[in-house]
């Protein structure tokens, strides 16, 4: 999936936490979209059972994180890391 698209979804997720938006997984949930724009999805899932949240800047903080580590030279990027502030969200960069 091409980069731009995943870097427009964690710009757009990065605005919203700066206006103190909290990305959520509820109970009855394992796993949300947070954000789907081109050909790129940011989709977190959890470890547990119960609600978690984080604030949706700290989401977009974590796929930074995948971006440094999974970005690849033909201008791609797929992969996963442990939200920075909730170590029971994972958050994935995903193609549609």
């Given at each position: 999936l091409q980069a731009?698209?995943?870097a427009a979804c964690?710009?757009?997720l990065a605005r919203k936490g700066a206006?103190?938006?909290?990305?959520?997984?509820?109970?009855?949930?394992?796993?949300?979209?947070m954000c789907q724009i081109g050909g790129a999805k940011v989709v977190s899932s959890k470890g547990s059972?119960?609600?978690?949240?984080?604030?949706?800047n700290?989401?977009?903080r974590t796929g930074g994180?995948?971006?440094d580590s999974c970005w690849r030279a033909d201008n791609t990027v797929k992969g996963?890391?442990?939200?920075?502030?909730?170590r029971?969200?994972?958050v994935n960069i995903l193609g549609v």
């Open positions: 731009g698209d995943a964690l710009d757009d206006q103190g938006v909290e990305c959520v997984i509820r109970e009855d949930q394992s796993n949300i979209q059972t119960g609600y978690e949240s984080a604030n949706c700290d989401i977009a994180l995948i971006f996963s890391e442990i939200c920075v502030t909730n029971w969200i994972q």
